[in-house]
């Protein structure tokens, strides 16, 4: 680890300016990211801006009639919060599959949202990896890729997003709502907010140097069934093959949303739209330009079974 | 105390504190962290520096130029050593990998440079300025590519190890003619051990003396290996490893920590810490080669196997040594015709060595399938085709006996406590909810090795006994098991007994691996209790045979006088160590058990949990039940973790384990484990040792894996078998979802 500085900022504007203004800094917030990936000597920021005393800690109801989740509440805060229990199931549901406990007592909702991708190579220096050292290379295509994208990948970079919040978040359409250094504020909506890799993937996210996520807000209730099921290779702790956050309706309509498969939870308006016609033409439509390796080829079956399991799922209910 | 006559009654016998259920008498230092590890014993010497391991970037080459002058300008920084300016050292013959490299590369995260510095931090940011050009050579990656080439081996160490194939009777005719047959081939794949606690090491030089306070399984081996690696006689070195958090073999032999720690000292000056990291230690230290195994099985139409062949095939570093997987082929099942060999092929990729069960392990993986998948064939049930097999004698020897073998009774009463009968005989009949749910069975089976063993035991005027050998506690319990045996010996109440361990100043134990420390290190211990009571005896004139201790009293012809008194003019010491005649080579000293599992695997994502599992074992006399069970449901979840997830991904272009950490290499979490029983069969083995007692650290672990797969086919119908059984080699099998 690089020794760095440290400041403990007074207010969210303050702290974007800190961090815009010093060349490599960075937020720090539950740390249970980046702190490992400084100890790794991946992450090497030469500054933090820690934004514990900001408060940003509060869930709140929004005049529309949905919530705003302050960008430092914990992912077991709002995973217990009574209201996201009732209303919005999915989003308790997604965040208590993952990590462990201690970790959901650290991790935030904004820190969350920024979690970088666990491929392989991007965690080991010694090999190219185009998301840590830009330009260098992909060592995961034509390697070991099992756990990699499907789909929304690029020929620079295959790597997942790996969280689950994110994708709960995303069959919610939630917004994530923003302020620069300069204090103006923004909300972006979490299906522009993580980028595809593209040509360019050591850039995650729509924020700017220095932009500082404030809160999440979800709209009104949806109602409906709520599921998140998560498919991984041990029964805990254990980031996501694939997973889908579904919402769906009495009537056999919903919306659902893909983890694991691509840079970005995966949501495509036309496979919501094809969801009274079942799980195959859902997943189809989803998975429609897949680009799998012969590592994770199963994937895409496998978003197809699970979401038959979902639906079956919630029309038993 | 030589051991060659069964044993007969003895004081052990009396079963007052010995085999009773004990917590460990370490568990409240251990528990509250008062224990010390390796790593935190700041306080044993004073200015201590950190080193840092800084490993290739490639698996295979040379190093044409490393430049240390930023790093060496880093703050903090006292010396980077790497092989160019270490000083002299060698390479002990336990090793095959040097422990630090260059110019020349063996394989990936060898070490090539110790950064050594004031703190951790720096020693490790200042890593990442040192500059190193490789001269990258294409390397041998791919285990598979030389299945048809690599040539036919022996292996140097464990049971089972032979040169060439064996053969007995005509396996090829026999085979030929039988009139059900088998011809499957399995692989497993690399493994790593995964214990809590990486390696780590201090080490100090006073003159040319050493001191290390490691992380050791074998405190004497330890001290060879270093005095073959520094040239210095062993009486110049001491080890120290009172508490080790785990080692599953990879801590048997030295490992780069204490090579490293002990050349940066001796560079700096100073005492020099190293830890691998966690990462690192996949790549840098040892790990469970993979294994491709080809079984071939013929039976008559009653289910008796006629011929049986067992050929596997591993790889390792040139001069490493081969999987021993056919090990447990040879003895246990019947049959007149037989071929079991191995073949070795020469990979660049890290050290292959000991894991858990070497060789049993991954032999049984493959074994136990292929008797799943011909009782199949038979129309036989799994535990009933087993028993029909079953052999009282050596099949390739059979004047050679088992001491005892209780194969039989540990399966049929493991299938009445599980509820076998209940298994459906065809796959994919039970359905609960989204699951196909299954009963699978293996048998287990281990050797449990004689080995010389020694210790001191003195009886303090205080009336206290104190025990001390260089054995280890590894998690196992050795502790609490070696205290009972001197306070059953003794006759004194446990808490009047205190052990101390892992010290290369008290006289040399068996050490903890291969499942031969518990029965063992208690027997050399009980050996020199032996001397220590005839010592006391002497003093009261007694005649050692008929002098009884209990209570804290001895007491002989009407004459009761307590220990405090006979050494209150000082105290008394009895030193012995048991070892072994021909008796333990004219048998097999064997345990056995049989494993059974329920599985579930769900009906769309072809995820398996497992639900239940059972362990029968007879594995002579059971010293403390508490750390048997304790053994056993480690080594079971350890064998969940080998069928369902455990696999070190080769990149077979770059040549080394791509998911190095613990995040990336699963082990099942609680989650995975619901319900777990044990129960150990009765049994005293009289041929084995005075505590009539054998291992089973490694049966424990034989079968497991094998009885989760078993209990997946009979779920779902799926039959795999290239482990971990994960749900991307179910999901196209699975039967259609109704």
């Not at chain 1, 840590?132 to 690029?154: D, E, H, K, Y």
């Not at chain 1, 498919?231 to 056999?252: E, H, K, N, P, T």
């Not at chain 2, 090829?172 to 039988?178: C, N």
């Not at chain 2, 136990?368 to 020897?397: C, H, S, W």
Request: glycine share 10%; proline share 5%; hydrophobic share 40%.
């Amino acid at each position: 680890m690089k020794a760095f500085t440290y400041e403990r900022a007074k207010s969210p504007s303050e702290a974007a300016a800190a961090v815009a203004g010093t060349p490599g800094a960075k937020f720090l917030a539950g740390g249970t990211n980046l702190l490992d990936l400084m100890k790794l000597q991946i992450e090497i920021p030469t500054h933090l801006v820690d934004l514990q005393d900001l408060g940003l800690d509060r869930i709140e109801k929004t005049p529309e009639g949905g919530m705003r989740v302050g960008a430092l509440v914990t992912n077991t805060a709002l995973a217990s919060d009574p209201r996201v229990r009732r209303d919005y199931a999915v989003l308790a549901r997604a965040i208590v599959s993952g990590a462990s406990g201690q970790l959901r007592n650290r991790a935030t909702t904004a820190g969350n949202l920024l979690q970088r991708t666990r491929c392989p190579y991007f965690y080991d220096p010694n090999q190219p990896c185009n998301k840590r050292q830009p330009g260098s290379g992909c060592a995961a295509i034509g390697g070991f890729s099992r756990q990699l994208g499907v789909i929304g990948t690029s020929d620079a970079c295959i790597a997942t997003y790996p969280g689950d919040m994110a994708v709960a978040l995303r069959v919610l359409d939630a917004t994530i709502e923003t302020v620069d250094p300069q204090g103006a504020t923004r909300a972006i909506p979490i299906a522009d907010f993580h980028r595809l890799w593209g040509d360019t993937p050591h850039i995650e996210t729509e924020l700017k140097p220095g932009e500082l996520i404030t809160s999440v807000t979800l709209p009104r209730p949806l109602g409906g069934r709520h599921i998140y099921q998560k498919v991984r290779d041990r029964a805990s702790y254990a980031f996501a093959l694939i997973s889908v956050a579904a919402v769906l309706q009495r009537g056999g309509t919903g919306r659902v949303a893909v983890g694991g498969v691509a840079p970005k939870p995966w949501r495509v308006p036309a496979a919501d739209a094809a969801i009274p016609q079942g799980s195959g033409t859902v997943a189809a439509r989803l998975m429609a330009g897949a680009r799998p390796t012969e590592d994770n080829a199963f994937k895409v079956p496998l978003v197809e079974r699970t979401l038959a399991a979902v639906m079956t799922k919630a029309s038993a209910a | 105390m030589k051991f060659d006559a069964p044993s007969g009654p003895n004081p052990i016998d009396r079963m007052k504190v010995v085999g009773r259920t004990t917590s460990r008498i370490d568990g409240p230092v251990k528990t509250t962290g008062a224990a010390p590890y390796a790593y935190e014993r700041h306080d044993v010497v004073a200015n201590q520096a950190y080193g840092y391991m800084l490993g290739s970037a490639i698996a295979k080459g040379r190093i044409k130029r490393i430049d240390t002058a930023d790093a060496e300008r880093a703050p903090g920084v006292l010396k980077i050593v790497t092989a160019a300016n270490a000083g002299p050292f060698a390479t002990s013959r336990h090793n095959t990998a040097r422990l630090l490299a260059g110019p020349e590369i063996q394989h990936y995260d060898q070490a090539i440079a110790l950064i050594v510095a004031e703190t951790f931090e720096q020693a490790r940011a200042a890593a990442t300025l040192i500059r190193v050009d490789y001269a990258r050579v294409q390397g041998r990656y791919d285990l598979a590519a030389q299945k048809d080439t690599a040539p036919l081996v022996g292996g140097s160490s464990g049971e089972g190890s032979a040169a060439a194939a064996l053969r007995t009777g005509d396996f090829e005719a026999a085979f030929a003619a039988a009139p059900v047959k088998l011809d499957a081939t399995y692989s497993t794949p690399d493994q790593s051990h995964q214990m809590m606690e990486p390696h780590a090491s201090i080490a100090a030089w006073s003159g040319d003396e050493l001191t290390v306070w490691t992380s050791t399984q074998m405190v004497a081996w330890a001290v060879q290996d270093l005095s073959h690696t520094f040239l210095i006689p062993q009486e110049k070195i001491r080890v120290l490893s009172p508490y080790v958090g785990g080692g599953f073999g990879a801590k048997l032999r030295i490992r780069a920590d204490v090579v490293l720690a002990a050349l940066g000292a001796r560079a700096v000056g100073r005492p020099v810490k190293v830890a691998i990291t966690r990462p690192q230690t996949m790549n840098n230290t040892v790990h469970r080669a993979a294994t491709i195994q080809r079984i071939r099985l013929g039976c008559d139409r009653e289910g008796r196997i006629g011929a049986i062949a067992h050929e596997s095939l591993s790889g390792n570093l040139e001069g490493g040594r081969p999987v021993t997987a056919t090990a447990q082929t040879r003895l246990l099942y019947a049959g007149l015709n037989r071929l079991t060999s191995m073949r070795q092929a020469v990979l660049d990729l890290p050290e292959g060595n000991s894991m858990r069960a070497p060789g049993a392990a991954p032999g049984m993986m493959a074994l136990e399938i292929a008797m799943d998948e011909m009782a199949e064939k038979l129309g036989l049930d799994p535990v009933e085709f087993r028993i029909r097999n079953d052999t009282q004698v050596d099949p390739e020897k059979p004047d050679k006996r088992f001491s005892e073998r209780q194969l039989v009774r540990c399966l049929r009463d493991g299938a009445a406590k599980f509820g076998w009968s209940r298994r459906p005989m065809r796959p994919a009949q039970r359905r609960d909810g989204s699951w196909w749910v299954g009963l699978g069975v293996s048998s287990a089976f281990h050797n449990s090795p004689a080995m010389k063993s020694a210790a001191r035991v003195r009886l303090e005027p205080s009336g206290r006994i104190l025990v001390e050998t260089d054995m280890t506690d590894i998690g196992t319990g050795s502790y609490t098991i070696i205290a009972q045996t001197a306070a059953e010996m003794m006759g004194v109440p446990l808490d009047m007994v205190e052990v101390r361990l892992g010290d290369s100043h008290f006289p040399a134990a068996a050490g903890s691996g291969g499942q031969f420390g518990a029965s063992n290190s208690t027997s050399g211990v009980y050996a020199a209790c032996v001397k220590l009571r005839e010592a006391v005896a002497r003093q009261l004139n007694m005649e050692p045979d008929r002098a009884v201790f209990e209570s804290g009293h001895v007491v002989a012809d009407r004459r009761r006088v307590s220990l405090a008194d006979v050494a209150r003019g000082g105290a008394l010491t009895g030193e012995d160590a048991i070892e072994y005649g021909d008796m333990s080579r004219s048998v097999h000293l064997s345990t056995f058990g049989a494993h059974f599992v329920e599985a579930a695997v769900h009906a769309y994502t072809g995820e398996v949990r497992v639900r239940r599992m059972l362990a029968v074992c007879a594995a002579g006399r059971i010293l403390n039940p508490i750390s048997a069970r304790s053994q056993m449901i480690g080594a079971m979840t350890m064998g969940v973790g080998a069928a369902l997830m455990e696999e070190m991904v080769v990149d077979k272009r770059f040549g080394f384990f791509v998911n190095h950490d613990l995040a990336s290499y699963e082990v099942p979490v609680h989650a995975d484990i619901q319900e777990q029983e044990v129960l150990f069969l009765d049994e005293a083995d009289e041929m084995a040792n005075p505590m009539k007692a054998k291992g089973l650290g490694e049966l424990a672990i034989t079968g497991v894996a094998a009885a989760v797969a078993n209990a997946i086919y009979n779920a779902c119908g799926v039959r795999v078998r290239d482990y971990p059984l994960t749900l991307d080699k179910l999901l196209d099998r699975l039967p259609r979802i109704a």
